[in-house]
């Protein structure tokens, strides 16, 4: 599967953005999704992922309350709403997918996914 991230962009601090990750070229119901993001000068962090039926009960505790993930199976498309963006969220975000089931032990890892993204930049201005 190949995975296109879109939607990122500069905004203020308090607004929302809608990122988009659209698959192709293979059965998207088949994965399992996350977002990761990774700022300037710091590893690459789990933000949250979705199953393949569309739930979603893995998030980063720091993350819980601001970062909402969906899916559309439909349109091959799963979408990350941030909203309340912070200074401090300004990173590369990158979509991954993989097709073994997710686990609380693994789904943080980035050696879980098998594939990814080219990232989209969401840059917050104070």
């Known amino acids: 599967v190949q995975l296109q991230a879109s939607g990122g962009g500069l905004v203020q601090a308090g607004g929302s953005l809608r990122l988009s990750c659209v698959a192709s070229?293979?059965?998207?119901?088949?994965?399992?999704v996350a977002w990761f993001r990774q700022a300037p000068g710091k590893e690459r962090e789990f933000v949250r992922a979705i199953t393949k039926s569309g739930s979603s009960p893995y998030v980063a505790n720091s993350m819980a309350g601001r970062f909402t993930i969906s899916r559309d199976n439909a349109k091959n498309t799963v979408y990350l709403q941030i909203n309340g963006l912070e200074p401090e969220d300004t990173a590369v975000y990158y979509c991954?997918?993989?097709?073994?089931?997710?686990?609380?032990?693994?789904?943080?890892?980035?050696?879980?996914?098998?594939?990814w993204g080219q990232g989209t930049q969401v840059t917050v201005s104070s």
């Open positions: 070229g293979s059965t998207f119901s088949s994965y399992y």
């Open positions: 991954a997918a993989t097709t073994r089931p997710l686990a609380v032990a693994r789904v943080a890892s980035t050696g879980t996914y098998a594939y």
